[in-house]
């Protein structure tokens, strides 16, 4: 409801605005106070919205819009404006993690980093008479615990089996590493986990860096002649 009220009052002023910013000096000292007061609340609205704004570049987009030449309409505006604040929200993220887990490598060199970000160590190495790549008709039992980047707990099954091309991408990578019957730890960046879109029903936020306790009960090769 706040939202929408907030809203609602940045679109009341814009449209209250009888001057632009620069506007004519002949208008009467008390429409010039209005504005200044309407401004100084378009302003405050702004602030708290995104304080890094260009206020040049504000103001220039309420002249055109006065002017009625304005650069792009109000819905291309707000796709723009979505797009954006998206694209930063997820770069900030990156680097973020980036940090983190170079921050983790340093401290714990027991973790081994893959070229997707995955940060993972083995505690218990499994099988590995296997040759060959895991495919997508390969299932795997396992036991996990999911937690975010502040240690709460998120997801733990007892015992589950899927096919591997179900596991996420960062979950692939360690599991055909580690082989039947390991246990590992593993940090994944979002965009090997749940990405920008998160896992609402999990609880996974999204561009979320999540860890994994893993167990890895059985793998079921779908050829299992290549084995050693």
Known sequence: MRKIFVT????ALFGAMFVSCGGSSKRSAELDSVSYVVGLNVAH???????????????AAIQDLYNGKPM????EARDYYLGQKTYFIHTRAQAHQEQFL???????????????????????????????????????????????ERGESLCENDTLRL???????????????????????????????????????????????????????DIKYNNPKRKR
Do not use: H
């Open 45 to 59: 609205v702004l602030m708290q919205m995104d304080s890094t704004l260009d206020v040049n570049s504000v103001c």
């Open 102 to 148: 170079a921050d983790l490598g340093k401290r714990d060199r027991s973790y081994v980093r893959t070229r997707s970000g995955v940060t993972y160590k083995i505690d218990k190495l499994g099988d590995q008479s296997y040759q060959g790549s895991m495919n997508s008709r390969d299932t795997v039992q396992l036991v996990y615990t999911m937690r975010n």
């Open 163 to 217: 096919s591997y091309r179900d596991l996420l991408d960062g979950l692939q990578e360690v599991v055909r590493i580690a082989g039947s019957g390991a246990e590992f730890s593993a940090w994944l960046p979002s965009k090997t986990a749940y990405d920008t879109a998160g896992n609402a029903e999990l609880g996974v936020a999204p561009n979320e860096l999540l860890n994994f306790d893993v167990k890895i009960l």
């Open 72 to 75: 792009m309409m109000l819905e």
């Open 8 to 11: 609602t009052i940045v679109v």
